[in-house]
């Protein structure tokens, strides 16, 4: 059949040149907190945003995109605007905003007061932190997302940072590493749906699979979390009204319903300032008034997952996640040529952390490696779930620990920490790559 003169070829270009933004930015951000740290100076971390690093490294990209595909200025900016517009970070960038609003209604109007008072009633001392991470974990498995999961909780652990004596790192950490169990062990997650759909596995097939890896990592978390857990000290009072618990119990039963976690945030913002309204002096124009403190609270990781967005598809473009791609499998063959079965499993679990890296985004990651790592499970013979797993596993380890991610930067947003001290705090990820990875290399010996 004659080729259509009219049509042009896809060509999948493969570029390692076109990483090296986001090498300029991890350079820019982490250097200059590292640098700092070691200067002693105070919050290091936040004296170079992460919204100001990323600039520099946008007009690398700009400027690369002339030299790898000879694209004109405006071609590269209609790029960037199209990948800060993509549905997943819009999304994204929504979930912050209202979440952003429910924190500060939720303050102002004692919910969080009420919250944190049962909770210190409710838990042991020393099992606080297991309590929040089987709490964060039950969660965001019912949800499927960890987003929402953070952003559900995040208010109530910025009230037990501020009534005890407890590590906000430490918490902060806790619940982002029961909102990665979830996000990635539950059936209705996108991490889940993309592995499976991408691999043509049975969601029962890859939960049994992930199963056999995600528990016993976090019953080792529990364990560690137990262990680290200090005498809380705080002032238990009775004067909070307990009414003030309904917004987060209204949320938590509406999340299990499955409803869409806009929906939940904004009726846990209303019942929130209803329940002001008639316990307390909380006026109607107080409540736009920390609505709007909330949105204000989030600029900084809005604008800066924007700036993600529209850099990986800037990237993308210029291939250098087909790039990425094609390294890591090389390398995965060469490190176990003798057993096709580990080598092909090392590359998928190498090219979705690898690739998550890049995009800060799990879903996307295993979309743009999900054709990849379908070859390379039916050349080393891995079972569709066997793949899918992988997939989402390492998809997932990388998202729990990226100080650029959705979910660090909204728990520092909201605890008032930095990103990084969010992540080196992130237990579960951590044991999940090492026990993942144990147990894979057990399952494809010969």
Request: net charge neutral; aromatic share 10%.
């Amino acid at each position: 059949m004659a080729q259509n003169p009219f049509v042009k070829p896809i060509i999948k270009k493969h570029s390692l040149l076109a990483l090296l933004p986001f090498a300029v930015f991890l350079g820019l951000f982490l250097g200059t907190g590292i640098i700092l740290t070691i200067q002693g100076a105070e919050f290091a971390f936040y004296q170079l945003p992460a919204s100001i690093a990323i600039i520099p490294a946008i007009f690398v990209a700009i400027s690369l995109g002339k030299t790898i595909n000879n694209n004109s200025v405006n071609e590269q900016i209609t790029q960037f605007i199209n990948g800060a517009g993509h549905n997943n970070i819009m999304t994204m960038c929504v979930i912050y905003l209202l979440a952003g609003a429910f924190a500060s209604v939720a303050k102002a109007t004692g919910s969080v007061d009420a919250s944190v008072q049962l909770g210190l009633a409710i838990f042991p001392q020393y099992l606080l932190l297991p309590g929040i991470f089987l709490v964060a974990a039950f969660l965001s498995t019912a949800m499927g997302t960890s987003m929402g999961t953070i952003a559900a909780i995040a208010p109530i652990a910025l009230g037990f940072v501020e009534s005890s004596s407890m590590d906000a790192a430490l918490i902060a950490g806790c619940l982002i590493s029961g909102a990665i169990f979830g996000d990635n062990l539950s059936i209705i997650s996108d991490t889940t749906i993309a592995s499976t759909r991408s691999q043509g596995a049975h969601m029962k097939d890859k939960f049994k699979v992930n199963f056999k890896f995600a528990v016993p990592a976090a019953l080792l978390c529990l364990v560690l979390y137990a262990l680290l857990g200090e005498p809380v000290s705080y002032q238990q009072t009775q004067e909070t009204a307990l009414i003030g618990l309904l917004p987060y119990l209204v949320i938590l039963v509406l999340a299990l319903m499955g409803m869409n976690v806009f929906v939940v945030l904004t009726v846990g913002i209303i019942l929130a300032a209803v329940i002001g309204m008639l316990n307390t002096n909380y006026l109607f124009s107080t409540w736009i008034s920390d609505i709007n403190t909330g949105f204000s609270s989030m600029q900084d990781i809005f604008i800066l997952s924007l700036f993600i967005g529209g850099l990986s598809e800037l990237i993308r473009e210029q291939g250098g996640l087909n790039a990425l791609t094609k390294k890591v499998e090389s390398l995965a063959r060469r490190f176990s040529p003798n057993n096709e079965k580990r080598a092909g499993g090392l590359g998928i679990a190498a090219l979705s952390f690898c690739c998550n890296f890049f995009t800060a985004n799990n879903t996307v990651s295993i979309i743009i490696t999900g054709e990849t790592a379908k070859e390379l499970a039916k050349d080393s013979q891995l079972t569709p779930a066997q793949s899918a797993s992988l997939l989402d596993i390492f998809a997932c380890i990388n998202q729990g620990l990226i100080p650029y991610g959705a979910q660090a930067l909204l728990l520092g947003a909201t605890l008032k920490l930095s990103p990084l001290e969010v992540v080196t705090h992130a237990f579960y990820p951590m044991v999940l790559f090492i026990v993942a990875g144990f147990a894979f290399w057990r399952m494809t010996r010969k």
